[in-house]
Structure formats: C-alpha cells, structure tokens
C-alpha cells in the first residue's frame, strides 16, 4: 500500500513479498495508518534512483502517523536503512513484535515510541535512533538478545526505562533470542502468523494490567493468560496433558499413580483436582 493522505485501516491482514524503492510493504507520505492484528513480512526495499532511498523494507513512514497494535513485523530486507520500520514522522506500537529482519530492526529519526513490544533478533542494530527524541520507551518492553551487547543492538540514544528488558550479553536480562520467542514466522492460530513465546521467556506476564495492555493478541487469544499480559504480538497459553490410563477398578484405600505434564509459562503455580466414584 501506497498511501498519500487520508487514513488507511488495516486489520487481521498479511502484507508480503512486495519490493519497492522505499517502504516495499508499506509506505506513508502523509496520512495515518492504523495497523491491527497484522503482519509484515518478506518485503523488499531495493535501491532505486538515489543514494539511500532503499530503506523501509516492511514500512516506512515519511511524513505521517503510523499506530501499531498486536502486528508483527519480521523477515523484512532494505538494502539502504531499516529492514524492518524506518520512521522519519511519528510511529507508535503497542505489543507489537519486531523481529528477523535483515540489516536495522527499527530505525527512527523522528517520534517513535514502543510499549509492551519485542524488538529482538534482526541481524544488524534492532534498533538506531538519530536524536533524543527520536525513540522513546514506554515501558514493558524487550530489546536486543544476547550474545550481542547493547551497543551491537542499539545505536544513538536509546533509554530503555526499568521496566523494560534489556537481553543483550551486558543487559539487565542477557538472553539469546531463542530463549525470548520462536525465530520461526507460523502458523500459531488465528489469521495472520506470529513468532510464538517460547517456555520461560523474558515477555510472558510482562506488562501489568494497570497499564491497559489490549484485551487480545494477534491471534484473538485473550489475554492475560497469566498473573500478567505478555509483551509482544503474542500472548502464551499454558498447556496440559494427562497420559490415558484406561479403566481401573480401585479398592478402598488404594492409591494409583496418574502421570500429568504440564507447560506453564508464567511463574504461577498451577493447581489440578480430581474427581471420582468410589
């Protein structure tokens, strides 16, 4: 999409495998973009008729406002700047993901803000910013993954808050991104496809309910499903199986072993009962 003024609404969609010169998935010189429950993948930024016009792999945002809600924004190229978003007017997410893109995860010149995102996993810096105002923490965020060190991740000044993540090697959490999400874009449920948490990751129950995380992720998936909502597009579920046993004839007093695996990815305790004739 090519948007020149006026507002563009898009909603439970896949925008992929596009290339342009700039913005190969989606590009903004005036107007507003509302972004929901979507994903931006596999699209192209490729060098047009001047130096450095190839940036904005999956969005660029020249001159208007982007809004970013539950989307996931991964596997996008720019062989100028930006794989991923390259904000020159004002960009805001909100639990979105941004991750695997190739070369800049984020870049921004002028007014982006994250809350309750993942920005972890693009191969060159997740995130550069060109001036102080540039990119700004809301908080309840995820940022970089180790083995890099925060300036391989960050460039320019970026001022994670305490309530954000840091995962790099010299972070406040060093994790590697395999430990923070699935690197693999599926089929997770739901319309669009998403990087799924994995078991113990840093984002799940993240961002308390005081600070209004919306009621579902991408995939429709209420949330929280634990003490907390998660950060990013995804919201994990917890999952249980019981190993059939078949019919058995108990005597009175007679203790049988029933054998139940359990994946819980909050740090709650999870509480089982059960129920027969005797």
């Not at 994250?114 to 908080?139: E, Q, T």
């Not at 108990?250 to 089982?272: E, K, R, Y």
Request: one cysteine or more.
């Amino acid at each position: 999409p090519y948007l020149v003024e006026g507002n563009l609404n898009v909603t439970h969609s896949t925008i992929a495998d596009n290339s342009a010169d700039k913005g190969g998935g989606i590009y903004i010189n005036d107007g507003t973009l509302t972004l929901l429950q979507s994903t931006i993948s596999g699209n192209l930024a490729a060098q047009g008729r001047a130096t450095g016009i190839a940036s904005g792999g999956g969005l660029y945002n020249y001159l208007g406002l982007a809004n970013l809600t539950n989307s996931t924004i991964s596997g996008n190229t720019a062989q100028y700047l930006a794989g991923g978003i390259y904000d020159n007017s004002g960009t805001h997410l909100i639990n979105c993901t941004v991750s695997t893109n190739e070369g800049t995860g984020i870049y921004a010149q002028a007014w982006l803000t994250l809350k309750g995102c993942i920005v972890s996993g693009n191969p060159g810096y997740d995130i550069r910013a060109l001036g102080v105002s540039a990119c700004s923490s809301l908080g309840y965020n995820v940022m970089g993954s180790a083995p890099k060190t925060t300036i391989q991740c960050f460039d320019g000044p970026v001022y994670p808050l305490p309530s954000d993540i840091v995962a790099t090697s010299d972070g406040t959490q060093p994790t590697p991104l395999e430990s923070i999400l699935n690197p693999v874009l599926a089929d997770n449920g739901g319309l669009t496809q998403t990087h799924a948490l994995v078991i113990g990751s840093p984002a799940i129950d993240l961002v308390p309910a005081s600070e209004n995380p919306p009621a579902i992720d991408q995939r429709g998936t209420t949330r929280p499903q634990g003490a907390s909502s998660d950060a990013g597009a995804f919201e994990q579920v917890p999952t249980l199986s019981i190993l059939p046993v078949g019919n058995r004839s108990v005597q009175s007093g007679q203790t049988i072993q029933i054998q139940i695996d359990a994946t819980n990815p909050s740090s709650n305790p999870l509480q089982f009962s059960a129920t027969g004739t005797p």
